[in-house]
């Protein structure tokens, strides 16, 4: 099953690397790697927001716009069944789990944390796996998908295609 | 006078029904760039692409399968849950505190 690459894997690709690389082969396969809207959001906020110092960064931009618009990408909406998926995973664990080290303040790491909720639940309610390089957290996520949908297939959580 | 005669392009036997098709013009032209790249027959060509399309075609079905399951038990309610709503006030705060929750 393909699966969709969370934003940590995302924010690897670059123009001639290996995970470019890795989306031309599967695209060429017939199994284009899949993003969710959420990663797409987050990803180009960050882009857009460093644009607005480092001019060379409007060129990352309209490159990565162009790769996801372009047919090496499938995008997995935040639609009628992911929302309902989110909204219930975010009032069940409102702040993320414990028991990880993370960067930045209060705030961030929440609104972080909400977008790996909109992520997992778009990867899940599309029938994919996940990719992340952050276990830690989708495991907490695919525990709680399971805790809430007991008889469903779980989120399976897979590492970087590099790694 | 030396010639050189290109040998006739052969196909890999396949085991299988024989049919009769019609190919759109569209098909028969990337099958024969197909046969033209592989060094293959323009039969092989048309089968080869029929294979990928098989692959592809039960790889979204595996997927929409998977993803109709899960779909469907997020979008689950009955008439137990109707039965058991709340007051009108007490649904509007709940649905608000969304918001304001952290």
Redesign the interface.
């Known amino acids: 099953m393909t699966d969709a690459w969370d934003t940590t894997l995302v924010s690897r690709i670059y123009p001639g690397g290996p995970l470019e690389q890795v989306l031309l082969d599967r695209a060429s396969a017939g199994e284009p790697v899949a993003i969710t809207a959420p990663t797409v959001m987050e990803t180009v906020r960050g882009l857009q927001a460093t644009a607005t110092r480092k001019s060379e960064m409007a060129a990352a931009l309209r490159w990565f716009t162009g790769a996801i618009a372009s047919d090496l990408v499938e995008i997995l909406s935040l639609d009628r069944s992911a929302a309902i998926l989110a909204g219930r995973l975010r009032a069940v664990q409102p702040t993320p789990p414990t028991g990880l080290r993370r960067r930045g303040t209060k705030p961030e790491q929440r609104a972080g944390w909400i977008l790996d909720i909109q992520i997992a639940a778009c990867a899940w309610t599309h029938g994919r796996h996940i990719a992340t390089e952050n276990r830690h957290d989708f495991q907490a996520l695919s525990n709680l998908i399971a805790t809430l949908y007991p008889n469903t297939t779980p989120l399976v959580i897979s590492t970087s295609p590099l790694a | 006078m030396m010639s050189y005669v290109e040998s006739r392009r052969r196909a890999p036997h396949r085991a299988g029904h024989r049919t009769t098709l019609t190919v759109p013009d569209a098909m028969m032209e990337a099958a024969g760039r197909l046969a033209q790249e592989l060094g293959t027959t323009v039969n092989d060509a048309i089968v080869r692409l029929a294979e990928?399309g098989v692959?592809?075609r039960q790889?979204r079905a595996?997927?929409?399968?998977?993803?109709?399951?899960?779909?469907a038990?997020?979008?689950q309610a009955g008439l137990s849950d109707a039965l058991a709503l709340p007051s009108p006030e007490q649904l509007h705060e709940a649905m608000l505190a969304?918001r304001r929750?952290?």
């Open positions: 990928d692959s592809a790889r595996r997927i929409v399968a998977v993803a109709s399951e899960r779909r038990a997020v979008e969304g929750d952290p």
